[in-house]
């Protein structure tokens, strides 16, 4: 799949890392040269240094790496540790025991600041409730909960009696829930009778209620609610309790547990080319070393900063980047319930100046929202706090990351453009601040320990610049996924099989440039990218499929200025319903997407037609209903369609 690319389109400017930022960096220039030596020349010794240097081990390791049966690797297996300990208990010695561990604002301004101190007693006294609850090693707790600090002590309290968690994003439906308990057999779910959102509250008990009906399959048998919003909701005797009254009479000293390194800390579900999401599972020490340290050289986290970054705890995001890998590093992070632009559009740029925060890690979806809205709003308030910005979940265009660099970042922040997955656990290729210059749009090069490579469709390396390919990694690293929960053969065949289980394949195409530097060109399966989230195309089909009206439905991306990836769905009606109004079916399907996958899967465009575009063999031709949906003049090979006249009727289909 090797295309050249027109290097005179490439972005051109570069912005050198600023001197202060140099001398002052956790890592600099030199070190970085060392590191990536290191790595190169003996990859165990250097894996192996970094975790003992980082980590608190119950049991030390000896074995760093066992690859005998790869892709199914183990990092330092024969060890023991608790992540829960490596991320509380050490800090409490000293005077950071009494350091702001999270600061929280609610949507309606309230806040509410936990120590280490605190944290590490709240954290006991729900890992004793869940005890109590007849949580057990090993056993599967769901987390579907808003954006508050329980959230966090939730998790925390799993990894401390080595409880797996999967944390749910709360604004999932009820259906997504279900199918996450279904797969899992969580015996516990952690919610809250609502959350805050733009003003509205958000019924997460109710639909827990709805994914728990007695004719699904799950195992939940108790199910713990936190008190939030204050709705009217129903409780279920026997299996309902409120959180005040589980913790109430519980002892606040809970031992860490001690877990062997490759025991699971939790499963998170990211959707893939098939319709059924992946539970992805990662490691307890591997996902831990990997999560900190590149919370230490991406974001420069230093004791005195307040760091933020605004992902809900239920994405990869918020599990490393808002509490595993900071409060490893005994970091201050900051948390935000609700909607960025409520009450105003300068809400986030109020909360900056307000507490002071010094590194903000978000998306460009948001970035380019806030940027659509003006600069009037930033103006407003004094953000010379801040001294890093950094990217997540999908390539910064050029104009947005100026924006953000000038209006944001006064032009004296470095900006961490980062490219990780669910996947591998914590950033893989990313501009570090005291070392990188920033190239807008690019993600630069990758981290030391990290063998980042283009590969063309033989799997041979692409060595000449500006020529895309499969971006690969092909050495391990710790914090890699361990597979797909309860389904090893999905794992070889997702991420190993295309290239004879060599490489890793990140299932994105890339390009360098002559400086090395990495340039994200997209997809090369069918899992779209709508506001840094990743959805499957056919878990949205088959939520469209599933409206009585629908025979068939066909789902692409197409640019989106705000959220990078809209989704545009090619509808074929039932035959009955030919006549049905097309704006009514329309508001119908839209709903019923957003009932079945949650509001982000919504398709912004919906086209019908009476058929789709398929080979001889019954395959959809999404490359065709791709350039259609963008009004591309369709260029490729349409000889193998099994009806070349169905591309004309595609181009007038009737839009809602």
């Known amino acids: 799949m090797s295309t050249s690319i027109d290097s005179t389109l490439s972005e051109t400017r570069s912005f050198p890392v600023p001197a202060d930022f ?23 010794r250097f894996w192996g240094d970094l975790a003992r240097r980082h980590l608190e081990w119950a049991v030390p390791f000896q074995l760093v790496l066992e690859a005998d049966q790869a892709p199914f690797y183990r990092w330092f297996a024969d060890g023991q540790l608790n992540v829960a300990h490596n991320c509380v208990d050490r800090h409490l010695r000293g005077a950071s025991r009494h350091k702001a561990a999270l600061i929280w604002e609610g949507e309606d301004g309230a806040v509410r600041t936990l120590t280490y101190a605190q944290l590490h007693r709240e954290m006991q006294l729900f890992a004793n409730a869940l005890k109590h609850q007849g949580v057990r090693k090993g056993d599967r707790v769901a987390i579907y909960m808003p954006m508050v600090p329980e959230a966090v002590i939730a998790m925390l309290a799993c990894a401390r009696i080595g409880a797996i968690h999967t944390v749910v994003f709360g604004g999932f439906s009820a259906e997504a829930l279900k199918d996450r308990l279904e797969d899992t057999q969580a015996r516990v779910l952690i919610t809250a009778d609502g959350a805050w959102r733009a003003g509205k509250v958000v019924p997460l008990k109710r639909h827990a209620d709805q994914a728990l009906l007695r004719e699904h399959g799950h195992a939940v048998q108790r199910v713990i609610v936190l008190r939030r919003t204050g709705t009217e909701i129903d409780m279920q005797d026997g299996r309902d309790i409120w959180w005040g009254d589980a913790t109430a009479a519980m002892s606040a000293d809970c031992p860490a547990l001690p877990m062997q390194a490759e025991d699971p800390l939790f499963i998170l579900y990211t959707s893939g080319s098939t319709g059924k999401p992946k539970g992805v599972f990662h490691s307890s020490a591997g996902y831990l070393l990997w999560s900190m340290l590149t919370t ?37 992070v900051f948390l935000y319930e609700g909607a960025p632009m409520y009450p105003q559009p300068d809400r986030f740029w109020a909360m900056i100046a307000r507490h002071g925060i010094s590194i903000l890690y978000t998306a460009p979806t948001a970035i380019r929202a806030f940027m659509k809205m003006g600069d009037e709003w930033p103006r ?52 570090l601040p005291g070392v990188t210059a920033n190239k807008p749009g690019s993600c630069a090069l990758p981290l030391p320990g990290i063998s980042a490579r283009i590969v063309d469709d033989q799997g041979n390396f ?74 499957g195309t056919a878990e949205v089909e088959s939520a469209l499929v599933a409206h009585p009206a629908v025979a068939e439905a066909a789902v692409v991306g197409v640019p989106h200025d705000i959220k990078g990836e809209a989704l545009c769905a090619f509808v074929v009606l039932k035959h009955r319903h030919q006549g049905d109004d097309r704006d009514e079916l329309g508001a119908a399907l839209r709903a019923q997407v957003t009932e079945l996958i949650g509001a982000i899967a919504r398709p912004d465009d919906i086209r019908f037609t009476d058929t789709l575009p398929k080979t001889r063999s019954g395959k959809i031709m999404r490359r065709l209903l791709r350039s259609i949906a963008r009004g591309e003049t369709i260029v490729q090979d349409t000889s193998t369609l099994e009806d070349e006249g169905i591309l004309q009727q595609l181009g007038t289909a009737k839009k809602s």
């Not at 140099?22 to 990859?43: G, S, T, Y």
């Not at 230093?302 to 970091?331: F, M, Q, R």
């Not at 979940?393 to 961490?416: D, F, K, L, S």
């Not at 060599?502 to 990495?518: K, L, N, Q």
Request: glycine residues 10%; proline residues 6%; charged residues 25%.
């Open 22 to 44: 140099a001398r002052q960096a956790n890592l600099d220039a030199e070190m970085f040269a060392r590191l990536n030596q290191q790595a190169a020349e003996d990859p165990d």
């Open 380 to 431: 407003r308030h004094d953000l010379s706090s801040l001294r890093l910005l950094g990217s997540v979940g999908e390539p910064m265009n050029p104009e947005a990351w100026m924006w953000y660099h000038q209006t944001i970042g006064g032009g004296r922040c470095p900006v961490a453009d980062t490219w990780w997955q669910t996947e591998t656990g914590g950033h893989m290729i990313a501009p």
């Open 296 to 332: 230490r050289w991406v974001f420069d986290v230093k004791p005195e900063d307040v760091y933020w970054c605004t992902a809900d705890v239920g994405w990869i995001t918020g599990h490393s980047y808002v509490v595993y890998g900071p409060l490893a590093n005994g970091a201050t």
């Open 462 to 535: 692409v060595r000449a610049p500006d020529v895309g390919g499969y971006l690969v990694i092909d050495r391990p690293w710790p914090g890699m996924l361990r597979g797909i929960w309860g389904d090893p053969a999905r794992y070889l065949e997702n991420y190993w099989a295309r290239f004879d289980h060599r490489y890793y394949v990140a299932g994105d195409s890339a390009r360098r440039d002559a400086d090395d530097y990495f340039w994200m060109m997209g997809r090369i399966d069918d899992v779209l990218n709508v506001s840094g989230h990743r959805l």
